[in-house]
């Protein structure tokens, strides 16, 4: 059995809970908000479509047109191009072109089929596939490693010495 001071706290709590749950009733009866007309329009207009699609049943899709040429392929310049463009071209996939890409960022650009065959996985048969269908607008970094002397560096002709010539 509660004890008074119990019995005063349930009394309390059920008030507070019917006046709560009078005043939210009272709010919701009492309240006449006008719904704007377009927002009321949008409505009847979304049912609409709703009831016209459960009448005639789902939509089909659209076909897909029939190709009566094989579409050209666009040219990709693999000195600048990302690696989703380098996925479009045949015979290259997600790998190779991220493959691609962090070789020309980490050696410079390509400059010809030649340079693109450096990445690992591109080959020569590789090459004359994608050969149509990529160009090379940036010229190729020389390498540091080579031993051997660039054409355009202007060598250095050896004078013979100086000799004494008495007649």
Avoid: C, W, Y
């Avoid at 509660?2 to 709010?27: I, M, N, Q, Y």
């Amino acid at each position: 059995m509660p004890t008074p001071a119990e019995r005063k706290a349930l009394l309390f709590l059920s008030v507070v809970l019917t006046l709560g749950g009078a005043v939210r009733v009272a709010r919701a009866v009492g309240s006449n908000s006008d719904v704007d007309p377009a927002a009321k329009a949008a409505i009847a207009r979304q049912i609409d479509a709703v009831d016209s699609v459960r009448k005639h049943g789902r939509k089909k899709k659209a076909k897909k047109p029939k190709r009566d040429a094989p579409a050209i392929p666009a040219i990709v310049d693999l000195d600048i191009a990302s690696a989703e463009e380098i996925e479009t071209l045949r015979g290259i996939g997600p790998s190779l072109a991220k493959r691609i890409v962090a070789d020309r960022d980490s050696l410079g650009p390509f400059g010809s089929l030649d340079g693109l065959q450096r990445v690992k996985g591109v080959g020569p048969k590789l090459a004359q596939r994608i050969d149509s269908t990529v160009t090379f607008s940036l010229l190729p970094r020389h390498s540091t490693t080579d031993d051997t002397r660039s054409s355009a560096a202007p060598r250095r002709r050896r004078r013979p010495p100086r000799g004494d010539t008495e007649n």
